[in-house]
């Protein structure tokens, strides 16, 4: 049986043919497996910190709902988001677990937020009130995590400010208005461990902690590390470890350690097929702008996939995809529906399977070639994958 993952409302095994589903024209294929194997691969690595799972941006393009409940069945006690709305939709889908978001503009939706049990990143003194006055209005106690900028530059309350953002805490928690359940902070260089930065990071979160701890805030968890860290840096673990990136299969520090050698499954395959394939003479024009021309008379196969459905339009001319189970290049620009291959004599019919990535294991191009491809991370090659394309899950 095969279905799609927002559609999931009960716990299922679910397995995916061969070929795109729906229309025929591309699908991507998520293994829960994989999920499950690489949270027990980081329990590992965490050593007596909790896993916090990062499901922000549809679960790095792998599908929210259905990401976060395997993330919940493989025994991970906490999850994340970045903004509030992703967090909402988790609840409505029946996740009772705590779940962090951190990502807030005064809008909110904060009393929602609130009376949903969402855990919210506070960072300064005005978000700290929009908490109070949802938590009073709505007459529940609202769980917060202070954040710390120890210096990544993004949200977290700036040092100098961060003794009176505690103090302000600690009142609001002993009027019985807040929980103050977390203290946190995010690092900057995390895949770089001799950058001289980390250490400072390092001693300012401390400081900061020292700080609350004098105070009298005694939160639930401390958290700094995220994946790199918690496989690179062990002093940064503290209670709870923020795993993105390497959940979901890959290395977030790939100049220090390959996925493949820390024994990660990549969950992500993304399919297509051939939409046409044609002979065309030496010199013949590929797409916009002419840039490929071939020396001699080849081949060439449609894939009907383009920068509308995710894939980078840098990777013209650098990409590769397997073609019925051999690889062949990505020639021309890629356009905004569709890509155009070089089978270099090669004669698969229309129809014929197209990988465009895996995770590998069948000689496929994986998300860190077509990230290398574009000039861009795996982390955005992941994201941009478009969530109007289906998502099947196996597993």
């Known amino acids: 049986m095969s279905i799609k993952g927002e559609d999931l409302c009960v716990e299922s095994v679910v397995t995916a043919g061969n070929m795109p589903s729906a229309s025929g024209r591309a699908e991507v294929t998520v293994d829960l497996d994989a999920l499950r194997h690489n949270v027990d691969v980081m329990k590992q690595h965490a050593g007596s910190a909790q896993l916090m799972a990062v499901v922000k941006a549809n679960a790095y393009g792998h599908g929210l709902v259905t990401c976060a409940r ?26 009772r677990g705590p779940i962090l978001t951190w990502l807030w503009t005064p809008q909110g939706p904060f009393t929602e937020a609130v009376t949903a049990g969402i855990d919210i990143s506070v ?4 978000d700290l009130e929009k908490v109070l006055e949802a938590a009073r209005g709505s007459g529940r106690r609202a769980r917060v995590h202070l954040k710390v900028d120890t210096g990544l530059g993004r949200n977290g309350c700036p040092v100098r400010d961060w003794s009176a953002l505690v103090d302000a805490a600690l009142r609001a928690q002993e009027s019985e208005v807040i929980t103050v359940v977390g203290l946190w902070s ?10 001289p930065f980390l250490a400072q990071q390092t001693v300012l979160f401390h400081d900061a902690l020292d700080i609350a701890e004098c105070a009298g805030l005694k939160p639930e968890v401390r958290h700094l590390a995220n994946s790199a860290a918690a496989l690179l840096l062990p002093d940064t673990r503290f209670d709870l470890v923020r795993l993105g990136l390497a959940l979901y299969g890959l290395s977030p520090a790939p100049n220090r350690v390959t996925g493949t050698s820390l024994g990660l499954r990549p969950a992500m395959t993304l399919r297509s097929c051939l939409a046409a394939v044609k002979d065309v003479p030496a010199n013949h024009g590929v797409r916009y702008g002419l840039e490929y021309q071939p020396l001699t008379e080849t081949t060439l196969g449609l894939v009907p996939l383009g920068y509308s459905d995710g894939l980078p339009w840098h990777a013209g001319d650098t990409g590769q995809v397997q073609v019925a189970g051999w690889r062949h290049p990505v020639v021309g620009r890629i356009a905004m529906d569709e890509l155009v291959v070089d089978l ?3 004669r698969p019919r229309p129809g014929a399977e197209v990988i465009v990535f895996g995770p590998g294991d069948a000689g496929e191009p994986t998300v860190q070639e077509w990230a290398r491809a574009a000039g861009t991370i795996p982390y955005e090659i992941l994201a941009r994958v478009a969530p109007g394309l289906p998502r099947i899950y196996v597993g």
């Open 186 to 195: 995010h690092l900057a260089t995390a895949d770089a461990p001799e950058h």
């Open 70 to 95: 395997a993330f919940r069945q493989a025994g991970v006690p906490w999850l994340a988001t970045a903004h509030p709305e992703e967090a909402l939709e988790l609840r409505r889908a029946g996740d």
């Open 344 to 346: 270099h004599g090669d």
């Open 123 to 126: 960072s300064g003194m005005w």
